[in-house]
């Protein structure tokens, strides 16, 4: 009997568990170069706290079940809630702001589709207690600096921004209940792939005026330049403009502060992303691939009332998230993920004779960080272990028991005749 993996489950064979750490510590050193600090939170977590956040529906996405302490419990299909209790139980005590940064598996309960497992990992990138806008732009330029590291440019990305402020703005401005913004909201994050009537009838369903308002909002999606929305809103509110107007403001600065890192390049202006969470307040965006060919690379926005909604002190927050499966995979098509090569730094050869000064050579040689490697069967000759040592850079002989060895380049096959004794020095 054959027992096969899950579905939606991954094994990590060396040579793709290579890839994937390639993938993290890329995302790793980025931002530790941006000063974010890691951490990490339990995988298996108390089922209410993402049912707090999504509402009890949230469980049928869940790996979620009773514990044999009576607990109802899940695994952990994203970062956020953990985050915010862990940053709202010790607020008063945290050093802000709060650049933190975490690379972690999920687990959900849904159907495995391309670019979309039931197990994947993703890196949750958050500044907390910091308002200005500049902590926007640094989220954005992070974002945009990661996937930069692997050797992607503004051909094989873009940036696409967006401010649910404004749209909060526009839609108050046609008289649609606060408590019906994120269920508008919700029908403009599927604009782009439902048809018009069917967009007119979900806005219909909601008692608003579905054609009428349909219009503005595809218009307003076209927008491309902060001159442009400010024309636009002008036009359409005149009296109640101030209040869009200090949100553009905060956008001017946001661009000129993208521009100044020198990322303009990579940054447009699409009123059709509005991020499909309600917990959103503020910037929004995603990031595509500009064939388009995939799932958003990334996705990020600002969500200054969500650890607040956990019962702990209102604290602004602004972060993004980036996983592993659609960014690997965009990867692997552009062929910028190195190749399986794995070789030691020495390999030794040795006769009986020789075996434990080479043992201890090979100890001691580890112990200052150099991979050493050897073959563990007794009795092979040594042209028989000489064979087996391609996968190094130098390999090592030694025979007779005899303070002397030679140490062979094997890439420039040149012989260094030395005492075992200098073997680190001269490595």
Not at 4 to 13: C, V
Not at 205 to 228: C, P, S, Y
Not at 291 to 304: E, H, P, T
Request: with cysteine; glycine share 6%.
């Amino acid at each position: 009997m054959s027992i096969e993996i899950l579905p939606g489950f991954r094994e990590f064979y060396p040579e793709i568990c290579f890839e994937r750490n390639f993938i993290f510590e890329k995302m790793r050193q980025v931002c530790q170069n941006f000063c974010f600090t890691e951490y990490d939170s339990p995988i298996l977590e108390p089922l209410e706290l993402f049912t707090e956040k999504s509402g009890e529906e949230i469980a049928a996405q869940l790996f979620n079940f009773v514990d044999r302490g009576g607990r109802a419990v899940a695994l952990r299909p994203e970062m956020t809630p953990a985050v915010a209790r862990m940053i709202g139980s010790k607020i008063h005590t945290l050093k802000r702001p709060l650049k933190w940064f975490s690379i972690e598996e999920n687990f959900r309960y849904e159907r495995p589709q391309k670019g979309r497992l039931r197990s994947f990992y993703q890196l949750n990138v958050d500044i907390f207690d910091e308002k200005n806008i500049y902590a926007d732009a640094e989220i954005v330029a992070l974002a945009i600096a990661i996937l930069r590291s692997f050797g992607l440019t503004a051909d094989d990305f873009h940036v696409r921004l967006s401010d649910r402020n404004l749209w909060t703005f526009l839609l108050h401005g046609f008289a649609v209940p606060e408590n019906l913004i994120a269920s508008v909201l919700s029908i403009v994050d599927k604009i782009e792939r439902e048809s018009r009537d069917e967009s007119i009838q979900k806005l219909n369903a909601l008692n608003l005026d579905g054609a009428r308002l349909l219009e503005t909002i595809t218009t307003f999606q076209t927008m491309r330049t902060v001159d442009d929305l400010e024309k636009f809103l002008q036009t359409i509110f005149k009296n109640s403009y101030k209040e869009a107007a200090l949100h553009l403001d905060q956008l001017r600065l946001l661009l000129a502060r993208l521009k100044h890192f020198g990322l303009a390049s990579f940054v447009t202006l699409d009123f059709s992303i509005v991020r499909g969470l309600a917990y959103y307040t503020g910037l929004v965006f995603e990031i595509f691939e500009r064939s388009g060919k995939s799932r958003a690379l990334a996705g990020g926005g600002r969500y200054d009332d969500l650890i607040e909604k956990f019962g702990y002190p209102k604290t602004a927050a602004v972060g993004l998230a980036i996983g592993d499966v659609t960014l690997g995979n965009v990867l692997a098509d552009r062929h910028l993920i190195p190749t399986f090569d794995p070789i030691a730094d020495l390999f030794m050869i040795f006769d009986p004779q020789s075996e434990a000064i080479a043992m201890g050579d090979a100890y001691d040689l580890r112990g200052h960080g150099f991979s050493v490697n050897y073959v563990l069967k007794d009795g092979l000759s040594m042209d028989k272990q000489f064979k087996q040592a391609i996968r190094a850079h130098w390999v090592a002989q030694y025979t007779g028991g005899q303070e002397n060895i030679i140490l062979r380049d094997i890439v420039q096959r040149k012989d260094y005749p030395i005492r075992h004794s200098e073997i680190l020095s001269f490595l």
